[in-house]
């Protein structure tokens, strides 16, 4: 069947110029875009474009596919605003958050359950690329996840809908009893074992491939925060966010320097505007609860 995300998906590549400019502007892999297109020309029988390595070119089927595609595009956003007419009661906020970030905002859900009038939510979890396909698609209120970096993806969201709340760095940390320099090299690394995050061993393992090492992982789980109850009174190592590890564990730990290692990131909040969050009153609480979250955790 005919789904929105195909016409949404087809108007992008034609606005936009190519799949790659499609993908980048949808936050989401140019392989997606172009399965999506796949399956739509398989739907209407008709190819919808012609394509080659400098562009993208509409066939003329394409041509016409597109005057109607537009006109879905208006009926449908027509009828989403019809029907999500805004309740006098508070909704729920839809939160998704980025499950490496998941523990990272758990001080900002504390605040939402204190407030006063207390804000119900529900809190799902992705992938940092399905947490902002699923906000554009307008699942979610409100999507945290790590700021990528890139002006281009930044600029997918407007500036006054988008909030850097929490600046954090990934920290080398193994117990306290360890024997370790404070500086330490990647290669000694390699001989030492680990209990990481599975993003977290992406990430090593890439590192470790790239100088010809290995890389000893004893245990892989979900959460960072359990991480460093589990090493401290181990000789394992692990590479967590800081903003996760508890401050009373702090003394059975020693965070070591590798300058390899060494990152910093910055965490977002970005809106979906329409529908606004719950009601105009929901909205505005959550986002005061969001500043005093981002006084107290962000500094620029």
């Known amino acids: 069947m005919l789904n929105p995300n ?31 297109i796949k399956a739509l020309e398989d739907y209407l029988g008709q190819e919808l474009f012609v394509r080659d390595k400098n562009r993208t070119i509409l066939t003329e089927s394409g041509k016409r596919f597109q005057n109607w595609a537009e006109k879905f595009r208006t009926d449908f956003q027509a009828m989403k ?20 970030q998941l ?15 207390q804000i119900p939510f529900v809190l799902q979890s992705f992938s940092g690329q399905k947490i ?6 307008g699942n979610l209120d409100v999507a945290i996840t790590i700021n990528v970096g890139s002006d ?41 074992p680990w209990v990481l995050t599975s993003s977290a061993r992406c990430y090593l393992e890439e590192m470790f491939d790239e100088h010809n090492l290995s890389l000893n992982v004893l245990a892989e789980v979900d959460s960072a925060r359990i991480i460093p109850r589990l090493i401290r009174n181990t000789e394992a190592l692990s590479l967590v966010p800081k903003q996760s590890i508890p401050p009373s564990l702090f003394p059975a730990l020693q965070f070591l320097n590798c300058k390899e290692l060494q990152y910093q990131f910055r965490i977002q909040a970005a809106f979906q505007t329409n529908p606004l969050l719950g009601n105009p009153e929901a909205r505005n609480r959550f986002l005061q609860i969001l500043t005093e979250f981002k006084k107290s955790h962000f500094s620029a």
């Open 6 to 36: 195909q016409v949404r998906y087809f108007l992008m590549v034609v606005e936009s110029g190519s799949f790659r400019q499609a993908a980048r502007q949808l936050s989401i892999t140019q392989s997606a875009i172009s399965a999506s």
């Open 81 to 100: 605003r019809e029907f999500r007419v805004q309740s006098s009661q508070v909704k729920p906020i839809r939160i998704g958050v980025a499950r490496q």
């Open 103 to 117: 523990d990272s905002i758990v001080p900002l859900l504390e605040k939402l359950l204190q407030s006063d009038p």
């Open 132 to 137: 902002r396909e699923e906000l554009k698609l």
């Open 152 to 192: 281009e993806e930044i600029a997918d969201y407007p500036e006054e809908n988008t909030h850097f709340i929490l600046k954090d760095e990934l920290a080398l940390i193994c117990s306290s009893s360890i024997v370790l320099d404070q500086t330490i090299q990647l290669q000694k690394l390699s001989a030492m």
